[in-house]
């Protein structure tokens, strides 16, 4: 019997071809589609900056509110944007099952990580194409505990996350009112970001673009 063996060299192509090839086969829309989403989501990200240390740190700290503002107003709008979508064939649902004793453990360590590193995994990548050696490293580091939450799940992490309490959604607990639900849901979120109060913490960088009479440290 002959075995075959590929190489790491050999396989890594074929590797990128099957990612490129699950996305088009899964209903994600078109290549071109998801290209030019993850342009203008870049884009908003640094109009925003909340790919700065300062807006993840700060948010932690409760010193800037940019984060909650942007992440709530998110939120709001699309969960209605979404939900008519999918009502009507645009879009369809992904629903991960309820593990809450992974939910505590994994939140709380996630939280860590974003305040220390001061990055999030939609915010990371951008940083990292302008140079910031630091969010590298941490996303080397977040590859690597992938690597170890794969090999070791069977035995240390799915007991560790504990029973499942199935899929649900809102919607699910008011059966006959989802479009009620949903639109109370993101009218109120988007309240709630636009009633947040507008607090940024600076770098020094960020400072020194600002007019004498904007700065907080001047006043």
């Not at 290209?35 to 790919?51: A, H, N, P, S, W």
């Not at 064939?89 to 629903?95: E, F, L, P, R």
């Not at 639900?181 to 947040?196: P, R, S, W």
Request: charged share 20%; with cysteine; aromatic share 10%.
């Amino acid at each position: 019997m002959d075995i075959i063996v590929k190489t790491s060299g050999e396989d890594f192509p074929s590797r990128i071809v099957q990612m490129f090839e699950n996305v088009i086969h899964q209903g994600h829309g078109s290549l071109v589609l998801v290209f030019l989403i993850g342009i203008i989501f870049g884009g908003i990200i640094q109009y925003t900056r909340v790919d700065k240390f300062e807006k993840i740190a700060g948010f932690a700290m409760l010193k800037d509110t940019i984060v909650p503002k942007m992440l709530f107003l998110t939120v709001g709008l699309t969960s209605i944007g979404l939900y008519f979508m999918i009502e009507a064939g645009g879009a369809h649902y992904h629903i991960k099952p309820i593990l809450w004793q992974g939910l505590i453990i994994g939140g709380t360590l996630f939280g860590i990580a974003m305040a220390i590193l001061g990055k999030c995994p939609g915010t990371g990548p951008v940083s990292i194409a302008e140079g910031r050696i630091d969010v590298l490293v941490g996303a080397i580091g977040g590859l690597l505990g992938g690597l170890v939450f794969t090999l070791y799940y069977d035995d240390f992490f799915k007991p560790l996350m504990g029973e499942s309490s199935g899929k649900l959604i809102l919607t699910g607990f008011f059966p006959g009112n989802e479009h009620m639900v949903v639109l109370i849901f993101g009218v109120a979120v988007t309240l709630i970001a636009l009633l947040i109060p507008k607090v940024e913490m600076f770098d020094e960088a960020d400072l020194s673009r600002l007019p004498d009479d904007k700065r907080p440290d001047r006043k």
